[in-house]
């Protein structure tokens, strides 16, 4: 399984441990602002905030949160001036690192991110350093019990879909970055349910972890950096294999 995929899935297990760290709320909220910001205040013409306010609404963000982050997006109430931007970096074992920030402070930013990187095993990297290893893709996780693999192919395929794999108790439905909501929509009337739907980066290629220390040492760093304030979404290009996945999770 991809970096992307496995990281996705430790990530989802975690939230009720990171909604207690106290910094989730903020970044979901900072989520909708900036999507709001850039597509407009109507989820239902603007997948991106959408995504962020489903994401939000799953973390239990009270709603009037997710309704004031609209508004800062839009402009119809002032708030602090968010500005989004892409950090490029090198893990260990030379893992490419994709960093989505948004902050008020890109100075402070930079810092405490190159700080972090450095401490860790890791580098920041010059620009177009290592954004060419990864591609935009739409993901849709489908849950439920006895689902059938061929039915849903057929019918993620039907609604626009490019694959489908396996993932856990249910399957990740991959497609064109663009197509996310059609194809979620395309499945909700088919009858399925929808975990997530979201706008993603999936690597092309991947760095095998050699060892269960190796693995943790960079699974450590990609904590660190989601935890920071300022971090929206990382992305990695390792890959640890499912014997190995098993081990840390003993």
Do not use: C
Not at 103 to 117: F, G, Q, W, Y
């Amino acid at each position: 399984m991809s970096g992307h995929s496995k990281w996705a899935n430790i990530k989802h297990r975690k939230a009720s441990q990171d909604a207690k760290r106290g910094n989730l709320f903020q970044k979901l909220v900072k989520a909708v602002i900036i999507a709001a910001k850039e597509g407009g205040g109507d989820p239902a013409m603007n997948i991106r905030l959408k995504a962020a306010i489903d994401r939000a609404k799953q973390a239990s963000v009270p709603n009037d949160n997710i309704i004031r982050g609209v508004k800062r997006g839009t402009g119809e109430i002032e708030g602090a001036a968010y500005e989004e931007f892409t950090y490029e970096a090198y893990g260990p074992n030379g893992v490419a690192i994709l960093l989505e920030i948004l902050t008020d402070n890109k100075n402070r930013t930079a810092s405490e991110i190159r700080a972090l990187l450095t401490r860790n095993g890791g580098a920041l990297g010059e620009a177009g350093s290592v954004a060419w290893m990864f591609e935009r893709k739409g993901i849709i996780e489908v849950v439920g019990e006895k689902l059938d693999e061929e039915t849903l192919m057929m019918s993620a395929i039907d609604a626009g879909a490019e694959d489908i794999e396996k993932s856990g108790n249910g399957f990740i439905v991959t497609t064109d970055s663009a197509s996310v909501l059609q194809v979620r929509e395309g499945l909700e009337k088919a009858g399925y349910t929808i975990e997530r739907a979201e706008s993603t980066m999936i690597p092309k290629t991947s760095i095998d972890m050699p060892n269960k220390e190796k693995a943790q040492k960079m699974l450590h760093l990609m904590e660190l950096l989601e935890e920071h304030d300022d971090v929206q979404n990382v992305y990695a290009n390792f890959d640890i294999s499912d014997e190995l996945m098993a081990e840390l999770e003993d």
